[in-house]
Each structure stands twice: as structure tokens, then as C-alpha cells.
């Protein structure tokens, strides 16, 4: 699986967009772009996945490049629950669904 | 989303003692279940995949007969630590796949070996 990656944190403002970016220049093209968080003490949480095109879904949108090395996963309205480790990750679909867990972004929300 | 369940949330054991952490798919089948560890501050770390009535394939570096699983139904899989020391102490996770492109994960076990 193509290596990703990330910024070790940033900050962001509740109420609004938290915009985290994802390096993935060496992407295949059969393989998706996946991101997970993990709030403190919990399990990891799916967010989003995709492979070419934009997605959104209730939790968040997923920006991808048009040439898929990078990514960009929008949280439209943060809240101070979406603090959290941010995992950008990259893997061919398939049923084996093994993830490597690079370190993450950690994202604080501020009221 | 699907649901994993692991039992127990927190234990703490003497070392030289066993422990058995069960990961449990509520809602759906997983023929292939996934383990994983955390230290703190640091991300997490494939230990073994699971699968369903056959032998564990772990990853490089962590010791089979010391990190026991079973796979014995499409809902169950558990991860035993024999003979626990301090340096086991960590975070399990487990992780289960319902469908192609989305995998769950069990709420993590918080072990403590003293």
C-alpha cells in the first residue's frame, strides 16, 4: 500500500471548516484513499473513503486531486467532539481489509 | 455502522498471568478479523489477521506463541496474552470488515500487567 502523509497537528475553530490535508504521491491507480479517527482511549472510527471522485457523507467530504496525490477531508461545522487523531490511509480494496496506521494528524478543536 | 465489541474495556492481571481479550462482531458476520496494538503516543500496529477456523498469520516481530488467537466462529475471535509481563501493557484493538470497503473496530482493550 502507497505511503501517505501528514501533518503531525493543527487547530481549528468550532463552528468551522477543519480542512486536513493528505499526501499520497505514489498511489496506485487501483487503490483507495481511506480516512479513520481515533478519539482518546477509544477505537479507530471510520469517516470516508474513495477512489477518484469527491464524496461526502454525513460525517465529512473527501477532496481528491485530480491526479489522486493528494487529498483533503473536510469537516464542514467542527465541534469539540471531532478532536481527535486524523488517519489518512491508503490500500487497494479488497476483502482482506488489513490498514497500516501511519501517525496521523492530531486535530484540536477550540471554542 | 456495523458493530465490534470487545470484552474486556480495561484488566489489569500480575505479570506472569494469561489474559483473554474477546472481540465480537454484533450485527454481522467477519470471516476475517484484524488485532492491533497501541502504546501510548504512537499509532497503531498490526499484530495478527484472523480467520475463521484456520491459523493466524502475524505480522513480523510479534511472538505467536505468546499472543494466542482463535477464530473459531464468523462472530468471535479472541486474542490471549500468556504470560503477561509489564511491557504487554498496551492498548488491543481489534477490527472486523463487513463489506469490501469499510472495516469496524471494537471499542479497544486497556491492558495493565503489574
Known amino acids: 500500500d502507497a505511503k501517505t502523509t501528514q501533518p503531525t497537528s493543527m487547530d481549528c475553530a468550532e463552528g468551522r471548516a477543519a480542512n486536513l490535508p493528505c499526501n499520497h504521491s505514489?498511489?496506485?491507480?487501483?487503490?483507495?484513499v481511506y480516512w479513520y479517527r481515533q478519539i482518546h482511549s477509544q477505537g479507530p472510527q471510520y469517516i470516508i473513503h474513495g477512489l477518484k471522485n469527491n464524496e461526502t457523507n454525513e460525517m465529512a467530504s473527501l477532496i481528491i486531486t485530480e491526479d489522486r496525490k493528494s487529498s483533503t477531508l473536510i469537516l464542514p461545522h467542527a465541534t469539540l467532539r471531532d478532536t481527535a487523531v486524523y488517519y489518512c490511509i491508503v490500500r487497494v480494496g479488497s476483502n482482506d481489509y488489513k490498514l497500516s496506521f501511519g501517525a496521523g494528524t492530531t486535530v484540536t478543536v477550540r471554542a | 455502522g456495523a458493530v465490534v465489541s470487545q470484552h474486556p474495556s480495561w484488566v489489569i492481571c500480575k505479570s506472569g498471568t494469561s489474559v483473554k481479550i474477546e472481540c465480537r462482531s454484533l450485527d454481522f458476520q467477519a470471516t476475517t478479523m484484524f488485532w492491533y496494538r497501541q502504546f501510548p503516543k504512537q499509532s497503531l500496529m498490526l499484530m495478527a489477521t484472523?480467520?475463521?477456523?484456520?491459523?493466524?498469520?502475524?505480522e513480523q516481530g510479534v511472538e505467536k506463541d505468546k499472543f494466542l488467537i482463535n477464530h473459531a466462529s464468523l462472530t468471535l475471535s479472541t486474542l490471549t496474552v500468556t504470560s503477561a509481563h509489564p511491557e504487554d501493557s498496551s492498548f488491543y484493538i481489534c477490527s472486523a470488515s463487513s463489506r469490501v470497503n469499510e472495516a469496524f473496530f471494537g471499542q479497544g482493550t486497556r491492558l495493565t500487567v503489574v
Open positions: 505514489t498511489i496506485s491507480g487501483n487503490e483507495y
Open positions: 484472523s480467520n475463521e477456523g484456520s491459523k493466524a498469520t502475524y
